[in-house]
């Protein structure tokens, strides 16, 4: 009997755990070949969440939870549930059914049946997103791909098979700037791509701002390239050619027409435009100058407060 962990992060998802763990338990019956362990990871949450997950672990011994100190983002709570999963088949799901556990069973099929090492997913549109977000989200996808060798997939969600060998390979990438995305593509083996259409929350609020969608885009960026700092070097060299030209025109034209004071609006200008470019490129320089120092001081990528799991001598901190 195959035994599969399925991760799930948790960030004040009072309302959406029991209609969730509703689910899974319909999903567990219809997979009777398989023992499930599921990992609820509260992600800091200031709600019920946590208690709600302490009665489940209580009353169905396949829930089980890791609970951090404080909310150390999702990124973190997945490092830390594949941390604790033990099964030969691990998923990545959201609590809110916007991944929906019913396409598991044939994820699960496919492993068993193909020789993929994943199963992945992805969303064929994005109905019932604001159209900005969409169309920023749409331009990420398109600047990443340009700029990295790790592809990207548009509209891919962070929902998941893998076979234990893969999950190991993700477990080694221990850096402290996760963008999971790039994560999971960056590990390679064969991975299959599920389309599904996009659904609605099942309750409670998305976390996402559009501000932390712009730093998490950041996140993706700096992690899996570093063309924008060539950026610099590629303006400064087209800027040095095009002084190069205005220098020989404006000796031509002194030589011939002599020299009159003016355009001194324009010089302005100029000097505006190439100083902002140039707080622009270092500006890209910090940014990578800052996850470098991030990164360099080894910090622990969470912490953990409160636990199901008894000490199994597996690295956990515990209270
Ligand atoms: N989440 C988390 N920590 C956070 C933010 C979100 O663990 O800081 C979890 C959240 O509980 C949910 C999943 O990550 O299970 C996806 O979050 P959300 O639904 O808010 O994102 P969206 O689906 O809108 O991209
Ligand atoms: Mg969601």
Same mark, same amino acid.
């Given at each position: 009997m195959s035994k599969m962990s399925i991760v799930v992060p948790c960030y004040n998802e009072e309302a959406a755990l029991p209609v969730y763990y509703e689910e899974m338990c319909r999903i567990m019956e219809k997979m009777s070949e398989v023992e499930f362990e599921i990992i609820f990871v509260d992600d800091g949450s200031s709600d019920r969440t946590l208690g709600i997950l302490k009665d489940m672990n209580e009353k169905d011994g396949r829930c089980r939870y890791l609970s951090f100190s404080r909310n150390f983002g999702k990124e973190a709570a997945l490092y830390a549930g594949l941390k604790g999963a033990q099964g030969d088949y691990v998923a990545t799901m959201d609590v809110d059914m916007q991944d929906p556990p019913g396409l598991l069973p044939e994820m699960y099929r496919i492993l068993m049946e193909e020789s993929y090492d994943s199963v992945a997913t992805r969303r064929s549109d994005r109905e019932g997103e604001p159209k900005i977000r969409s169309f920023l989200s749409e331009s990420f996808y398109k600047v990443i791909n340009r700029i990295s060798k790790t592809e990207i997939v548009s509209g891919a969600r962070d929902y998941r098979l893998m076979r234990r060998k893969m999950v190991d390979a993700v477990l080694e990438m221990s850096e402290y700037n996760r963008f999971s995305k790039g994560i999971f593509e960056w590990v390679g083996f064969r991975t299959k791509w599920l389309e599904f259409r996009n659904v609605g929350r099942c309750a409670g609020e998305t976390k996402w701002s559009v501000r932390k969608l712009f730093s998490y885009s950041i996140e993706g960026i700096t992690g899996f390239s570093v063309a924008p700092l060539s950026l610099a070097s590629v303006i400064g060299v087209a800027f040095c050619m095009l002084s190069f030209v205005m220098i020989f025109v404006i000796i031509v034209r002194t030589l011939l027409w002599g020299d009159p004071v003016s355009g001194w609006p324009s010089l302005v200008c100029i000097i505006f435009m190439v100083s902002g470019i140039q707080l622009f490129c270092t500006g890209i320089v910090g940014e990578y100058l800052s996850k470098t120092y991030l990164e360099t001081k080894r910090r622990p990528i969470f912490i953990l407060? &409160? *636990? *199901? $799991?008894? &000490? $199994?001598? &597996?690295g956990y901190e515990r209270k």
């Open positions: 407060k &409160d *636990s *199901s $799991e008894r &000490d $199994e001598g &597996d």
